[in-house]
């Protein structure tokens, strides 16, 4: 079996995890899942980087000890990969045991072939970054988070990087894949090729490290020890353990951030060269998750916290706006709005509108039982477009999930789910169902379309775990989801007398402006207590600082305003029983149905946002309740005389139609 080992990086404990760091371990999950269902042995790697000064400096504020905020702050990963479905295999901490052990004994054997001499080192540190800047005669600030560095001299044990810069630039050569995406190997190639200076690669001002075996004053630099991680989290140092590490060793891809690229592409080969150990296949460098167009980071306030996003969109609905948003590799600006776009757009009305529709008609007209297609009709020019479609999609997918092209990946899944809405309301197969003569044909569509069900979840599992899971039980499949191989994923009759589950809305919609006003409140609960003293209170929501944002200002009224109105001001509601004559799907909108509506003493023309909860034939004859007397408005050009009372359920505020449970004439008054 061949096996698979990816890495994200380790992640600093000094402060909470952000979303930046969770887009990194979100694409590793979404990768090592991919090739779990494509047969590979998989072992993917994530942990926490624990030592250093600002870790030392950070504990001392919070008056506590180096260990016990490590201990605290792994945690955070942790509950925050669970809350993820995050599936890693290994969590490394540097400050396990077996990290230690890993740590000298790389640190050794590179010492043991010559590669590290003790000398004095001076220079300017970034300690936040653990990072030493190049020589300057005036304080220079730090080359990545560029906060101010500090001068420190010290004894220090060196690392000899300048002996690495031939084979360091062969490799380049040798093996281009090693660096991605391309256009940052030239990047990592110039920095090479303008000499490499040896590395101070040992600490005596620092305590909270690992301590030197053979001189125990020095702790081993952080980040030399840090990415050793990539080997003791897989049981290098550990004799009981080697068969695991001979099994995953080297990596076949290691995600970093883009402004990690020098440690993984320069130092870290260089370090392994030094103690004699294959290099991993690739390392990956990624964009930035920007805010407001800067870099999303702690140091300048501005990142999101990923527990915040959880809890408004759950967690499919992130990492599928992660994957989707931004090519793998660029840059990409986080944005309330765009979230909540992909949501309604992509999953709400794309996918779980096919899913939704096909399911519910198989289960009103075949009694839950997927039914099969009639032979002929599959050969005709309509399903075979389908078919060939969904051929090519499979096809797609796998090319641009092993390029890291997750955008395009889920680009080509959406051609082919646009493709299949589009077929079944070409072939409407809510109108075949009224005739008998239909039903074989009727039957084709319904099963084409669940066919179609079945490959696109078994596609999106790796992005879209949980909701994935729960369309496939709707589907009634036997099989788990995960054992499905993607390799072996064809277009064929697997679904044929599935007998479907409880069907559900998996992706409801978001109500925008609701929940800007949800995360403006949260954000700002603590502001909005002081500036309450007032009788009205202007906020501005996320959105006015979001330059795509349409929206601006929330109006908050004061709770001294009344709520309560008079008899006299209800009766001037003229609300009547009602019954829809027939129902049409606003085109260009995916909400808005055209209603005609008789309402005893005439007919209306009522348009109607329930288009996602009701279909068109579900709802002529039903007796309903309009507001009669309401000004009539224009939507979408169409004119709207009048409006349905519905109840608004649920935390998406899911439309649920007013009706009788007598029988009503048309047209009497509700009071
Ligand atoms: N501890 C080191 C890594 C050692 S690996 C042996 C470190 N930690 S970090 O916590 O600062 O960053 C971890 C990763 O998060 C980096 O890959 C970094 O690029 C990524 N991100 C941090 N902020 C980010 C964004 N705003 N957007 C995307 N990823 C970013 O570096």
Redesign the pocket.
């Known amino acids: 079996m061949n096996t698979f080992y990816i890495t994200?990086?380790?992640?600093?404990i000094n402060?909470r995890p952000?979303?930046?760091?969770t887009?990194?371990t979100l694409v590793a999950d979404c990768v090592s899942r991919y090739k779990k269902m494509k047969g590979y042995k998989v072992c993917f790697l994530t942990g926490t980087?624990e030592h250093g000064q600002n870790i030392e400096r950070a504990a001392m504020d919070q008056k506590v000890s180096p260990q016990e905020l490590a201990d605290k702050n792994t945690e955070e990963y942790r509950k925050l990969w669970a809350r993820f479905g995050v599936e890693y295999d290994q969590f490394i901490r540097t400050t396990d045991r077996q990290h230690h052990v890993a740590s000298r004994e790389i640190f050794q054997r590179a010492f043991d072939r010559g590669f590290i001499y003790k000398g004095e080192y001076s220079g300017w540190y970034c300690i936040p970054c653990n990072l030493f800047a190049p020589e300057a005669e005036i304080v220079p600030n730090c080359e990545v988070c560029r906060r101010s560095t500090e001068r420190v001299t010290e004894e220090s044990y060196f690392f000899k990087l300048s002996a690495f810069q031939g084979q360091l630039l062969d490799l380049y050569r040798q093996s281009p894949e090693f660096i991605n995406p391309p256009s940052r190997r030239n990047e990592v190639i110039r920095f090479v090729q303008d000499g490499l200076k040896d590395l101070s690669i040992s600490r005596t001002s620092v305590k909270w490290g690992i301590p030197l075996t053979f001189d125990k004053s020095h702790v081993i630099y952080?980040?030399f020890e840090?990415?050793v991680?990539?080997l003791s989290g897989i049981g290098f140092g550990n004799k009981h353990t080697r068969d695991q590490f001979e099994t995953y060793w080297p990596a076949q891809m290691q995600?970093?951030?883009?402004?990690?690229i020098r440690?993984?592409t320069v130092y870290w080969p260089a370090f392994l060269l030094a103690a004699g150990l294959p290099l991993p296949d690739r390392v990956y460098a990624?964009?930035?998750?920007?805010k407001d167009e800067t870099?999303?980071?702690k140091s300048r306030g501005n990142?999101i916290n990923p527990h915040i996003l959880l809890n408004h969109f759950g967690s499919d609905a992130v990492r599928y706006f992660l994957l989707r948003e931004i090519p793998f590799g660029g840059d990409g600006n986080f944005s309330y709005e765009a979230l909540i776009h992909r949501v309604n757009s992509d999953l709400a009305n794309d996918f779980g509108n096919l899913v939704s529709r096909t399911l519910t008609l198989i289960s009103r007209h075949f009694g839950d039982i997927i039914p099969n297609p009639s032979a002929d009709q599959l050969s005709s020019t309509l399903e075979k477009e389908v078919q060939n479609r969904a051929v090519l999609t499979i096809e797609l997918y796998q090319k641009y999930m092993d390029e890291l092209a997750f955008s395009k990946a889920l680009e080509a899944i959406w051609e082919l789910l646009s493709r299949t809405n589009k077929y079944i309301n070409e072939s409407a197969p809510w109108r075949l169902s009224k005739d008998p003569a239909q039903r074989s044909r009727l039957g084709t569509i319904l099963f084409t379309c669940a066919e179609v069900s079945r490959i696109t979840t078994v596609l999106l599992a790796p992005v879209l775990p949980g909701s994935c899971s729960r369309v496939w039980k709707q589907l009634g499949i036997q099989e788990e989801l995960k054992s499905q191989r993607l390799d072996q994923l064809a277009w064929g009759q697997r679904v044929v007398g599935a007998n479907l589950g409880q069907i559900t809305a998996v992706f409801p919609r978001l109500d925008k402006e609701v929940i800007l006003q949800r995360l403006f409140d949260q954000s700002n609960s603590k502001k909005k207590s002081k500036s309450e003293k007032s009788n009205k209170t202007e906020i501005v929501t996320p959105a006015v600082k979001d330059k795509s944002a349409k929206s601006s200002k929330v109006i908050v009224p004061s709770e001294a305003q009344s709520t309560t109105i008079t008899i006299d001001d209800f009766t001037k509601v003229d609300l009547r029983v009602g019954q829809v004559v027939s129902a049409e799907k606003v085109k260009g909108a995916d909400r808005l149905l055209q209603l005609v509506v008789d309402i005893g003493t005439e007919t209306r023309q009522i348009l109607a946002g329930i288009a996602e909860s009701y279909s068109t034939e579900s709802l002529v004859g039903k007796k309903i309740i309009v507001v009669a007397n309401l000004q009539a408005r224009k939507l979408r050009g169409l004119e709207s005389c009048g409006m349905l009372l519905a109840a608004s359920v649920g935390h998406e505020g899911t439309p649920v139609l007013a009706t009788f449970l007598e029988e009503v004439p048309n047209g009497a008054r509700l009071k």
């Open positions: 994200t990086p380790l992640y600093y402060a952000h979303l930046g760091h887009y990194t980087d952080v980040w840090a990415l991680g990539y995600l970093v951030g883009k402004d990690i440690f993984h990624h964009g930035w998750w920007l870099k999303m980071s990142v």
